[in-house]
């Protein structure tokens, strides 16, 4: 019985971890747009967004209107791709039967390859496709399978690329098995890949509103102190200057009293660096003028790299993200093993960002919430049920 009693009093004591847990988050935003079809959907990182969360993601959440968490992924925002990375591969055969379309592909060169990329007519539905290599094209093994084809439509055109991401290969041929069910085919117009080198993808980047800032100077060196109206993440700093035709000085970004990077500007006006993440309101920059007259700061704007948090949404539900926390970890979500499969989303945006109305453990209105009592007082009875059972056995034993 004294065990029985353990483990209820540790229940007890995980279920009041989890009303803590609950009240951690500070701010919540509701996701304005109605899911109109299941599948994974994309939430920009807007500058005001990433005000409220930590560089790391450590405290986002999305839940459901349950309070059940959404696992979800934080992926870098492409803007497009360098059209001369492409390389075009010929698509040998395109045959659909009842329930399948076969596309086979051939790399000539055989070159090694870990995408293809399929040029789609648009489309909102979803399928899932298997990849195989043949040398001979007789002989088929298989690369990957369960491939998820999460297709959606592109608004700036009537088509757009379909990544497949697998393990290095430099097969002859290729094969994508498309099951279709009982559906029409998808329209695949071509197919390629990209260079894998860092150039064939363009990253867009989020511009922060403009800090004010004022500069100092002082015994050679040039303070410029910056102030943010909310602290962005910020990972490129853009700097105008008036300076002499020629020159060159030092240029040291402070934050938080520590050297963040060091840098050269020289002969121009405008200067672009860029830096760690990094997240606050008021920040320095160090310009080193030796014994040369100072230069003169005219502009500095800020910018972060585009992020985009994707997650798997179905219809008939309402999500709502959780922001801002000292205590939160990172989660872990079985969806972080597949990132690299997960090339297409839809955009979907959030409402207005709003405090939540008990933030803190310590916030006395937790207990004016009409749910807790019962709960609260069910755990007593039980509590003083089992007491009332181990006091009657330790008497019988007796």
Not at 114 to 131: D, M
Request: hydrophobic content about 40%.
């Amino acid at each position: 019985m004294k065990k029985k009693l353990n483990k209820i009093v540790g229940c007890i004591g995980l279920f009041v971890c989890s009303i803590v847990s609950a009240q951690q988050f500070k701010y919540s935003a509701p996701i304005a747009d109605t899911i109109t079809a299941k599948g994974f959907y994309a939430i920009p990182v807007t500058a005001s967004l990433s005000s409220y969360i930590k560089t790391d993601y450590r405290d986002l959440r999305i839940i459901d209107e349950l309070g059940k968490q959404i696992p979800f992924i934080v992926k870098p925002k492409y803007a497009g791709y360098n059209s001369s990375n492409y390389h075009p591969l010929k698509i040998v055969s395109n045959s659909t039967d009842s329930s399948k379309t076969v596309l086979i592909i051939s790399n000539d060169l055989q070159q090694k390859i870990n995408e293809l990329i399929l040029t789609i007519r648009n489309t909102s539905v979803s399928r899932y496709a298997n990849i195989s290599g043949s040398d001979d094209g007789v002989h088929w093994y298989t690369i990957q399978e369960n491939v998820l084809l999460d297709n959606i439509a592109n608004t700036d055109g009537d088509k757009f690329l379909q990544h497949l991401h697998f393990s290095v290969s430099s097969y002859k041929y290729f094969k994508i098995g498309i099951a279709n069910g009982k559906n029409d085919p998808l329209n695949i117009i071509n197919a390629g890949w990209y260079l894998a080198d860092d150039n064939y993808l363009t990253v867009s980047t989020t511009a922060n509103p403009s800090p004010s800032f004022l500069q100092k100077d002082s015994a050679g060196i040039s303070y410029i102190f910056v102030t943010s109206r909310m602290p962005f993440h910020t990972d490129r700093i853009y700097l105008r200057v008036q300076a002499p035709r020629f020159f060159k000085r030092a240029v040291e970004v402070i934050i938080l009293n520590r050297s963040l990077q060091h840098f050269d500007i020289s002969s121009d006006s405008i200067f672009v660096f860029d830096v760690p993440l990094f997240k606050t309101t008021q920040w320095q920059i160090k310009i080193y003028n030796g014994d040369n007259p100072p230069v003169k700061v005219v502009a500095v704007e800020t910018s972060a790299t585009a992020k985009e948090v994707i997650t798997y949404l179905e219809t008939g539900h309402h999500y709502s993200l959780l922001l801002s926390s000292d205590s939160a970890t990172m989660p872990l979500y079985d969806l972080e093993n597949f990132k690299d499969s997960i090339t297409t989303a839809r955009v979907i945006n959030i409402s207005d960002i709003k405090p939540l109305a008990t933030t803190t453990t310590t916030d006395k209105n937790i207990f004016k919430k009409n749910w807790l009592w019962p709960i609260l007082i069910s755990i007593l009875v039980l509590v003083i049920f089992f007491t009332w059972k181990l006091s009657k056995e330790v008497e019988h034993k007796k």
